[in-house]
């Protein structure tokens, strides 16, 4: 069956640290991946897109990787602050136009 | 970006009742999503509505139990029937982005929050 995993754990981390987060998948072969960042009370709110045939991309101090072989995408966080505070869900597309999401991980950032 | 609105924000439902949610977006769009989010657990999508013709709903979703509507290309209604206390869970209704950065990347409502004693 088709299965998104994400950090299982929270992530507290120092202020000016670099948050890594990462999301496997199985029996998918998505042609995007795609990151979202969810508050608390909030719908998720788009980040990033990296494409199959990408190795990396990047936007302001966030970095994601994407490893079809591996069936890995890493998720940086770099010079954290505590506004980077939230959930981060990868999500999948399949079936065309749908999304398959993960459960996310909550990232904390202490001052 | 689109700028998607959900009534009512929070809802607390008796057993065996019925919650009607509307999602307005601020600009026409083909696809329209509903989702249910529980406790601590991922999105998982109950349907896509298309405008003019019948949703499509994912395994484990039926009509019966939550029937919706698409009237026009800004507006859907999500009905949650009959209701019990596992149906207590976060519905979001969101829409795609008309390809822009990807075909698949989809903005998202603030959510309906639903407790049902």
């Known amino acids: 069956s088709q299965k998104i995993e994400q950090n299982s754990e929270a992530l507290n981390i120092q202020e000016g640290k670099t948050a890594t987060l990462t999301c496997n998948y199985t029996?998918?072969?998505?042609?995007?991946l795609q990151w979202y960042r969810q508050d608390p009370g909030r719908g998720p709110v788009f980040l990033l897109l990296?494409?199959?045939?990408?190795k990396e991309k990047r936007k302001e101090r966030l970095k994601v990787t994407f490893d079809t072989t591996l069936k890995q995408s890493l998720f940086h966080i770099t010079a954290s602050q505590p506004a980077d505070s939230a959930t981060y869900l990868c999500?999948?597309?399949?079936?065309?136009?749908?999304?398959?999401f993960g459960a996310g991980t909550t990232v904390t950032v202490r001052a | 970006s689109a700028v998607i609105s959900q009534k009512p924000s929070r809802d607390i439902c008796q057993r065996g009742t019925s919650l009607t949610i509307q999602c307005q977006v601020d600009s026409q769009v083909t696809m329209m999503f509903w989702y249910r989010q529980q406790p601590g657990q991922s999105l998982t999508l109950i349907a896509t509505?298309?405008?003019?013709?019948?949703?499509?709903?994912e395994s484990g979703f039926v009509i019966d139990k939550f029937p919706i509507s698409r009237p026009n290309l800004t507006f859907s209604t999500l009905t949650v029937s009959n209701m019990s206390p596992e149906d207590s869970s976060i519905y979001l209704c969101?829409?795609?982005?008309?390809?822009?950065?990807?075909?698949?990347?989809?903005?998202f409502g603030p959510g309906t929050r639903l407790t049902v004693l």
């Open positions: 969101s829409v795609e982005s008309r390809g822009r950065p990807g075909p698949d990347t989809q903005y």
């Open positions: 990296i494409r199959e045939n990408e």
């Open positions: 999500a999948l597309d399949y079936n065309d136009y749908k999304l398959s």
């Open positions: 029996n998918y072969s998505p042609a995007y």
């Open positions: 509505a298309n405008q003019g013709s019948e949703a499509t709903y």
